[in-house]
């Protein structure tokens, strides 16, 4: 097992893929929920989740996703709703895909460090790890981002080669033209400010993590 600070120096063996298209419809082709078992770590109130919107809009229900929050409102909402798993049970390939969407940069390094390796086993083989979270590198929403006390920066090729050393065939992705909450006029801004400094319009990290 790799000491902590070791980690920092593991780097990603493949190249970064940008997605100029719409990143909705990206997403949704490369990840399909239909008749998978699907775990929503972080997932707020999941009934009206992304997440279980795409899960939904494939099965017609929400028979076979389960979701994972501290949060007591949206605990009590899984709870009530037969929804909830603990994620950090001692449970073992339970799962075809976990998501972690735009909750990965709260989380501290060691606590994604533990993330990843729980998520390990909790996927079935050749199950799926997807995280999304902020791309701060060039990121059009700086202020959004640090006046929450609870985001943490987090890399780009550094942690899609972190949770590839754990065990994954790990493949990484840049994009996203829009950012929220923002409007159309500040994001039009952003863009061009990005491009003017040489930096991708992007706002969003997304990595796709396949369990070895």
């Known amino acids: 097992m790799k000491n902590y600070t070791d980690f920092a120096y593991t780097r990603f063996t493949k190249k970064r893929n940008y ?52 949060d007591f409102k949206s605990k009590k909402i899984l709870i009530d709703n037969k ?34 390796k729980q998520s390990k086993k909790l996927l079935k083989k050749d199950g799926l790890l997807v995280v999304a979270f902020p791309f701060v590198l060039s990121n059009m929403n700086f202020k959004y981002f640090w006046e929450d006390i609870t985001h943490k920066p987090v890399g780009v090729e550094a942690e899609a080669g972190l949770i590839q050393s754990f065990g994954f065939n790990t ?20 863009i061009i400010r990005n491009l003017i400094v040489f930096m991708p319009p992007f706002w969003i990290t997304l990595i796709i993590a396949k369990k070895r």
């Open 83 to 116: 929804l909830y798993f603990n994620f950090y049970s001692k449970k073992q390939k339970m799962f075809d895909i976990i998501v972690a969407n735009q909750v990965y940069e709260h989380l501290d390094s060691l606590e994604r460090i533990k993330f990843i």
């Open 19 to 70: 997605v100029w298209g719409r990143y909705t419809k990206f997403y949704r082709k490369k990840i399909s929920f239909k008749n998978k078992k699907v775990l929503d770590f972080g997932c707020g109130n999941i009934l009206t989740s992304s997440t279980a919107k795409f899960f939904r809009d494939e099965n017609g229900n929400l028979k076979g996703l389960y979701g994972y929050e501290t």
């Open 171 to 190: 493949d990484l992705y840049v994009g996203g033209l829009k950012g929220d909450p923002f409007g159309w006029f500040e994001n039009i801004l952003a």
